[in-house]
Protein backbone atom coordinates (compact mmCIF):
# COMPACT_ATOMS: atom_id res chain seq x y z
CA UNK A 1 0.00 0.00 0.00
CA UNK A 2 1.28 3.29 -0.89
CA UNK A 3 1.03 5.87 1.90
CA UNK A 4 -0.11 8.99 1.49
CA UNK A 5 1.34 12.30 0.57
CA UNK A 6 1.90 14.61 3.55
CA UNK A 7 2.27 18.17 2.30
CA UNK A 8 1.68 21.40 4.27
CA UNK A 9 -1.29 22.98 3.25
CA UNK A 10 -0.55 26.80 1.47
CA UNK A 11 -2.42 29.43 2.22
CA UNK A 12 -4.18 29.14 -1.41
CA UNK A 13 -5.42 26.18 -0.39
CA UNK A 14 -6.72 26.81 2.45
CA UNK A 15 -8.65 29.36 1.35
CA UNK A 16 -10.15 28.07 -1.60
CA UNK A 17 -10.69 24.51 0.83
CA UNK A 18 -12.61 27.57 3.16
CA UNK A 19 -14.47 29.30 0.11
CA UNK A 20 -15.61 25.69 -1.19
CA UNK A 21 -16.88 25.03 2.18
CA UNK A 22 -19.20 28.19 1.96
CA UNK A 23 -20.90 27.68 -1.61
CA UNK A 24 -21.81 24.18 -0.05
CA UNK A 25 -23.21 25.94 2.79
CA UNK A 26 -25.33 27.97 0.27
CA UNK A 27 -25.94 25.33 -2.10
CA UNK A 28 -28.07 23.88 0.71
CA UNK A 29 -29.90 27.60 0.42
CA UNK A 30 -29.66 28.38 -2.53
CA UNK A 31 -31.26 26.71 -5.87
CA UNK A 32 -29.18 28.70 -8.49
CA UNK A 33 -25.65 28.09 -5.75
CA UNK A 34 -26.77 24.27 -6.13
CA UNK A 35 -27.53 24.49 -10.10
CA UNK A 36 -23.85 25.79 -10.85
CA UNK A 37 -21.95 23.59 -8.28
CA UNK A 38 -23.70 20.25 -9.65
CA UNK A 39 -22.68 21.61 -12.85
CA UNK A 40 -19.35 22.36 -12.08
CA UNK A 41 -18.95 18.78 -10.19
CA UNK A 42 -20.44 16.98 -13.54
CA UNK A 43 -18.03 18.69 -15.40
CA UNK A 44 -20.90 20.48 -17.48
CA UNK A 45 -19.63 23.90 -16.96
CA UNK A 46 -15.90 25.10 -15.96
CA UNK A 47 -14.79 25.87 -12.31
CA UNK A 48 -14.65 29.86 -12.77
CA UNK A 49 -18.60 29.46 -12.63
CA UNK A 50 -18.23 29.22 -8.79
CA UNK A 51 -16.60 32.59 -8.36
CA UNK A 52 -19.31 34.28 -10.70
CA UNK A 53 -20.78 37.28 -8.69
CA UNK A 54 -24.41 35.30 -8.80
CA UNK A 55 -22.67 32.53 -7.24
CA UNK A 56 -19.78 34.85 -4.88
CA UNK A 57 -22.25 36.46 -2.95
CA UNK A 58 -24.53 34.15 -1.99
CA UNK A 59 -21.64 32.13 -0.65
CA UNK A 60 -19.50 35.22 1.19
CA UNK A 61 -23.11 36.11 2.68
CA UNK A 62 -25.18 32.63 3.76
CA UNK A 63 -22.64 30.33 3.11
CA UNK A 64 -21.77 27.83 6.27
CA UNK A 65 -24.18 25.48 7.63
CA UNK A 66 -27.69 25.60 7.64
CA UNK A 67 -29.97 24.34 10.40
CA UNK A 68 -31.52 21.06 9.02
CA UNK A 69 -35.50 22.61 9.32
CA UNK A 70 -34.61 25.51 6.79
CA UNK A 71 -35.75 24.09 3.20
CA UNK A 72 -34.40 24.85 0.11
CA UNK A 73 -35.24 27.74 -1.65
CA UNK A 74 -36.49 27.35 -5.14
CA UNK A 75 -36.92 30.18 -7.58
CA UNK A 76 -38.83 30.12 -10.46
CA UNK A 77 -36.69 28.52 -13.72
CA UNK A 78 -36.89 31.31 -15.96
CA UNK A 79 -34.97 33.81 -12.90
CA UNK A 80 -31.52 31.27 -13.06
CA UNK A 81 -28.64 32.72 -15.13
CA UNK A 82 -27.67 29.12 -15.28
CA UNK A 83 -30.58 27.66 -16.48
CA UNK A 84 -30.41 26.00 -19.71
CA UNK A 85 -34.38 24.85 -20.30
CA UNK A 86 -36.52 21.64 -19.70
CA UNK A 87 -34.49 18.41 -21.35
CA UNK A 88 -36.84 17.50 -24.17
CA UNK A 89 -38.66 14.23 -23.99
CA UNK A 90 -38.51 11.52 -26.91
CA UNK A 91 -40.70 9.33 -27.89
Same mark, same amino acid.
Given at each position: ?? /? /? ?11 ? %??? +? ?10 ? %??? +? ?6 ? @??? *? *? $? $? ?9 ? @?? %? ?7 ? *? ?6 ? $?? *?????? /?????
Amino acid at each position: MI /P /PARRARTVQTRLV %HRY +LDRVLGAATRDA %HVN +LAFLKVLQ @LEA *P *P $T $TLVRPAILAPA @LL %HGGPRPSDQ *PLARPAAS $TC *PLDVGQ /PTATA
